[in-house]
């Protein structure tokens, strides 16, 4: 499987909402404030109002759903979603859970971000399949996302 | 990215039902009648009874959105979907319209397969992220699903 970088995405993410027990699972929405990006091609801003509606499974594997809007440096916007997985060993997501630093290749933390927007110089992003590895952060996840060519 | 070969599945289709013109683009459903898969941890045949809902999308891209049931040559089944995109330069484009042979290189046809079993030998499949490199045969489909690692 052959790929390159398609961007390095840092969010920013205030107190979750922890909804509790639902039907799927146990119910987290972690609103995103803020956040950059960068990377070869494009490189800008994350604007407020995403979010990623996260569902823990009872197999212990926790769902990412993801939802936010890039603003380019140049003024485009760009609808990004992101469908994912996480799960490890109980103690690295124990110490994910206390806010503390974990080497990211302790634990899986994957998903297939796609994209839409309608400026004409990002309209690859229209067209290409990616994958993003995740580094869950304090301050909030950092995503890099590769495009698979 | 890392990755490892997950499987290789080939799709055998019925012919396909074309709708026509509709509010997101032009809608043609490929009926699934079988096929098998293969790979280092699971093979099998592909129950009749899935499809692909495709759209051609007013860009030219194809949206792909399947769902098949798989089952493993140990009888478990295991439900697979995808979503992903082709396209690629008009001329193989339409020469697979035409149901000829193309070189899979010389077009785009990438998906992000997701699985969900309820078998303990294969519930590996629900903690994955995978991504297929697609070839569209006169008879049907192969995607070659990589485990991103």
């Known amino acids: 499987m052959t790929s390159r970088l398609l961007m390095r995405l840092q969010v920013v993410v205030p107190p979750p909402q922890r909804l509790g027990a639902v039907p799927h699972g146990t119910r987290v929405i972690a609103p995103i404030t803020s956040g950059t990006f960068e990377g070869p091609r494009l490189r800008g801003k994350v604007l407020a109002g995403g979010a990623d509606w996260t569902l823990l499974r009872p197999d212990g594997v926790l769902e990412l759903d993801l939802r936010l809007t890039l603003e380019s440096d140049d003024g485009a916007l760009i609808y990004m979603t992101s469908f994912g997985l996480r799960h490890g060993p109980p103690e690295v997501l124990a110490a994910l859970a206390r806010g503390e630093s974990v080497d990211p290749s302790r634990y899986y933390f994957r998903a297939a971000p796609r994209f839409e927007t309608s400026a004409p110089q990002y309209a690859f992003l229209n067209r290409l399949i990616a994958i993003s590895s995740g580094d869950r952060r304090a301050s909030g996840p950092i995503y890099t996302i590769e495009e698979i060519l | ?133 697609g070839e569209t045969r006169p008879d049907g489909a192969v995607h070659r699903i990589d485990e991103i690692l």
């Open chain 2, 1 to 133: 990215m890392n990755s490892r070969p997950l499987m290789t599945v080939r799709i055998a289709a019925a012919p396909l039902q074309r709708l026509g013109a509709v509010p997101h683009g032009i809608r043609t459903i490929v009926p699934v009648t079988g096929g098998e898969f293969e790979g280092p941890r699971l093979r099998g045949k592909v129950l009749p009874g899935g499809g692909d809902w495709l759209l051609l999308r007013s860009d030219g891209v194809l949206e792909l959105d399947l769902r098949i049931t798989l089952e493993t040559d140990d009888h478990a089944l295991i439900h697979m979907t995808f979503q992903g995109l082709r396209h690629g330069p008009p001329d193989a484009i339409a020469a697979l319209g035409r149901g000829e042979i193309v070189d899979p290189a010389s077009y785009y046809f990438r998906t992000v397969p997701r699985f969900e079993a309820s078998t303990e030998k294969y519930a590996f499949l629900n903690r994955i992220v995978t991504v297929g490199v």
